[in-house]
């Protein structure tokens, strides 16, 4: 036997339950920003990427497991001839969430990918685009050669941008026309820095892992701050690196806020230095002064995650909403003298077994089970068979 799935419910359970996952993650590392207020801020960064790394294994073990496939039943009355083979119904009798929350998703999806894709495109166009600015390189020579980075770092100068790192096999750094022929030598140094530290940290890679995650959770709020701490907390870090490199926080705090006064272009898939919040950037820059998690955070977290797993109680899909349907007859309609019919029907609640055989004599024998559990052939069990056969699900090939 074959096993057919339906992907549009397994896609649907898996969001369901991933709303409530999500935040649960979300909340763990809440807990965990605030109990490593203290620390560094590459700490917090490395917490917070292996929560949204949790949230991704969380949903592809969640939808693996919704679309894990089942035995075949053990067939009753092997003596019988041959089954003729019915049409397997892929999904029936579910609600609208099981076509229209899979829906959504893969169009908002689709449309964070398309995104990022113009964000990458724009990257590629803007370096061929881009000058060398050799009176700069040497002194990225200097700073690449105090942070231990073996790769060669290019320089480029570029308009209407701001100061950011791409790539990750080839760095670049692009700086902008104005304002960084405002800045002084040592706020340069430590814009560079900056930059150099998110070479080194491999942050590029751990940015296009961002981005694939909030295009798979795009529709989830709890994902949404998560990304936005981490990408906060890795200024930070970078920040650390940037002054312990150049030893003149100063210099770096003037820096970010002459480029917060001109503000440019800044692909999505780009690192820039000017991404978190500026005041707390400069606060922690100047003073050192760690991040806070405001009770706010935690307290929203909780609230979500309480919703979150009402509604995936609440508005899962409905005892009959079957995943595949099998069914083995010797006939098609009602049954006669002789002949048999074999139903088997997974929903995301319960298994269905159903065999009815006739002998020679006229006399109907029936059998029904849920999950391997023989049950009574209620109304309602009544009903279900009778819906299949309205449904013209139960005629011949």
């Given at each position: 036997?074959?096993?057919?799935?339906?992907?549009?419910?397994?896609?649907?359970?898996?969001?369901?339950?991933?709303?409530?996952?999500?935040?649960?993650?979300?909340?763990?590392?809440?807990?965990?920003?605030?109990?490593?207020?203290?620390?560094?801020?590459?700490?917090?960064?490395?917490?917070?990427?292996?929560?949204?790394?949790?949230?991704?294994?969380?949903?592809?073990?969640?939808?693996?497991?919704?679309?894990?496939?089942?035995?075949?039943?053990?067939?009753?009355?092997?003596?019988?001839?041959?089954?003729?083979?019915?049409?397997?119904?892929?999904?029936?009798?579910?609600?609208?969430?099981?076509?229209?929350?899979?829906?959504?998703?893969?169009?908002?999806?689709?449309?964070?990918?398309?995104?990022?894709?113009?964000?990458?495109?724009?990257?590629?166009?803007?370096?061929?685009?881009?000058?060398?600015?050799?009176?700069?390189?040497?002194?990225?020579?200097?700073?690449?050669?105090?942070?231990?980075?073996?790769?060669?770092?290019?320089?480029?100068?570029?308009?209407?941008?701001?100061?950011?790192?791409?790539?990750?096999?080839?760095?670049?750094?692009?700086?902008?026309?104005?304002?960084?022929?405002?800045?002084?030598?040592?706020?340069?140094?430590?814009?560079l820095?900056?930059?150099?530290?998110?070479?080194?940290?491999?942050?590029?890679v751990?940015?296009?892992?961002?981005?694939?995650?909030?295009?798979?959770l795009?529709f989830?709020?709890?994902?949404?701050?998560?990304?936005?701490?981490?990408?906060?907390?890795?200024?930070?870090?970078?920040?650390?690196?940037?002054?312990?490199?150049?030893?003149?926080?100063?210099?770096?705090?003037?820096?970010?806020?002459?480029?917060?006064?001109?503000?440019?272009?800044?692909?999505?898939?780009?690192?820039?230095?000017?991404?978190?919040?500026?005041?707390?950037?400069?606060?922690?820059?100047?003073?050192?002064?760690?991040?806070?998690?405001s009770?706010?955070?935690?307290l929203?977290?909780?609230?979500?995650?309480?919703?979150?797993?009402?509604?995936?109680?609440?508005?899962?899909?409905?005892?009959?909403?079957l995943?595949?349907?099998?069914?083995?007859?010797?006939?098609?309609?009602?049954?006669?003298?002789?002949?048999?019919?074999?139903?088997?029907?997974?929903?995301?609640?319960?298994?269905?077994?159903?065999?009815?055989?006739?002998?020679?004599?006229?006399?109907?024998?029936?059998v029904?089970?849920?999950?391997?559990?023989?049950?009574?052939?209620?109304?309602?069990?009544?009903?279900?068979?009778?819906?299949?056969?309205?449904?013209?699900?139960?005629?011949?090939?």
């Amino acid at each position: 036997m074959t096993h057919e799935l339906a992907i549009a419910p397994v896609l649907a359970r898996t969001l369901l339950h991933t709303s409530w996952q999500c935040a649960a993650c979300a909340l763990l590392a809440a807990i965990a920003f605030a109990m490593l207020s203290g620390r560094s801020a590459a700490a917090r960064h490395a917490v917070g990427l292996a929560c949204l790394a949790a949230m991704v294994v969380a949903a592809i073990a969640t939808f693996v497991i919704a679309s894990r496939p089942l035995a075949p039943p053990t067939l009753i009355g092997a003596a019988l001839p041959p089954p003729v083979r019915v049409a397997p119904l892929m999904l029936h009798g579910s609600d609208w969430l099981a076509l229209v929350v899979p829906l959504l998703w893969l169009v908002g999806a689709t449309t964070m990918i398309v995104r990022q894709l113009r964000g990458w495109r724009a990257v590629l166009a803007l370096g061929r685009a881009a000058e060398a600015a050799a009176a700069e390189q040497a002194r990225v020579e200097v700073l690449r050669r105090r942070l231990g980075i073996d790769r060669a770092v290019s320089l480029r100068i570029a308009d209407s941008v701001s100061p950011f790192t791409a790539r990750m096999r080839r760095p670049v750094i692009w700086l902008p026309v104005e304002p960084w022929h405002q800045l002084s030598s040592d706020q340069r140094d430590a814009l560079l820095a900056h930059e150099l530290a998110h070479v080194r940290r491999l942050d590029w890679v751990w940015n296009g892992l961002q981005c694939l995650v909030e295009a798979l959770l795009w529709f989830h709020p709890a994902v949404r701050w998560l990304n936005a701490r981490v990408r906060e907390d890795r200024e930070h870090a970078c920040d650390d690196v940037a002054v312990t490199a150049c030893g003149d926080p100063v210099s770096l705090a003037e820096a970010l806020a002459t480029l917060e006064r001109q503000r440019g272009h800044r692909p999505a898939v780009a690192l820039a230095a000017r991404g978190g919040s500026l005041v707390r950037r400069i606060a922690h820059v100047l003073t050192g002064t760690p991040m806070r998690v405001s009770l706010r955070a935690p307290l929203g977290l909780a609230l979500l995650l309480c919703g979150s797993s009402v509604l995936a109680a609440k508005l899962e899909l409905p005892r009959d909403a079957l995943v595949d349907l099998r069914i083995d007859a010797t006939v098609a309609g009602p049954l006669r003298p002789g002949t048999y019919r074999e139903i088997t029907a997974d929903s995301f609640h319960a298994r269905r077994y159903y065999r009815g055989s006739m002998d020679a004599s006229g006399r109907l024998s029936e059998v029904y089970e849920e999950d391997g559990l023989r049950r009574p052939i209620d109304p309602a069990v009544r009903a279900w068979l009778d819906e299949l056969a309205a449904a013209r699900y139960l005629t011949a090939r």
